[in-house]
């Protein structure tokens, strides 16, 4: 099992490049009077080899800015970047070209095909896509995630944890550029999650992925090298080197902050 990234040292830093990017990303839904600012001029860089955890309390946006980065999302302002190629403004064809090619997704729910095997889940997006799966790199990542005995198992013959090793493995099959994973120990107990935070870390540390989670949980963004919290559709803070105590103190500290805004606003109407 990995450690913590608290304990030890990233090895890559900003200058192995940037994998996504934002300027001025802004999404509302709603117009005129009921317009709700989902983000608000978000500047972001997601670099390169490394493991970012996306946190905040419900409704701060981290999904919201999680499909806008993947071009799951139309921006309503601003430019989104996956590496090099500005996606903002590109068609729905080529946006889905983009995702199938370029990166991959984990979720909270596992998305695999109960009629097929362990492999066959997790080279579907290539096969789909007419493509071949590198060997060497495929034999890699099962070996990694400790997926060579369950290979010809279905989901149904597998635990939660298998199972979203094995969607863990669909995602780094065609050495995507970035991983997205959104809430990806949701379904999963304590034990299980922990194995799961430990494969996104070695993706990162030994495979050389670049990964963005998404999650509520201070014990699961410990696993990262960066924490961006958010707030009201804003990043309103950034820890490097995270530990889950210094995480949930940085939590409280916004929900008593929110709730001073709050008062104050609501003495205002009064």
Excluded at 141 to 165: E, K, N, Y
Excluded at 167 to 186: K, M, Q, V, W, Y
Aim: glycine content about 10%.
């Amino acid at each position: 099992m990995s450690t913590p990234a608290a304990e030890h040292a990233p090895g890559l830093t900003s200058a192995d490049g940037v994998a996504a990017r934002a300027r001025g990303l802004t999404k509302a839904y709603g117009s005129g009077e009921t317009t709700v600012l989902a983000l608000d001029s978000v500047d972001v860089d997601i670099t390169r080899g490394r493991f970012t955890a996306v946190m905040g309390p419900s409704g701060s946006g981290k999904s919201t800015l999680m499909h806008c980065l993947a071009g799951l999302d139309n921006v309503s302002a601003g430019q989104v970047w996956l590496g090099d190629t500005e996606i903002t403004g590109l068609r729905e064809r080529e946006l889905t070209r983009l995702r199938r090619d370029r990166i991959g997704f984990m979720f909270q729910s596992f998305n695999l095909i109960p009629t097929l095997s362990a492999l066959e889940n997790i080279t579907l997006p290539m096969d789909i896509a007419g493509q071949k799966p590198d060997q060497k790199w495929l034999d890699q990542v099962i070996d990694t995630l400790g997926l060579r005995d369950r290979l010809r198992h279905r989901p149904s013959q597998l635990s939660g944890g298998q199972q979203q090793r094995v969607a863990c493995a669909r995602a780094l099959a065609s050495r995507p550029e970035l991983i997205f994973a959104d809430e990806p120990t949701g379904n999963l107990d304590s034990r299980a999650g922990l194995e799961v935070l430990g494969f996104l870390r070695e993706a990162v540390d030994d495979l050389g992925q670049t990964v963005v989670m998404v999650t509520h949980d201070p014990g699961a963004a410990a696993h990262s090298d960066l924490v961006l919290f958010l707030g009201d559709g804003r990043i309103v803070d950034r820890m490097e080197r995270p530990t889950a105590e210094a995480v949930l103190e940085r939590m409280k500290r916004f929900d008593v902050i929110r709730r001073q805004v709050d008062e104050a606003a609501a003495a205002q109407g009064d």
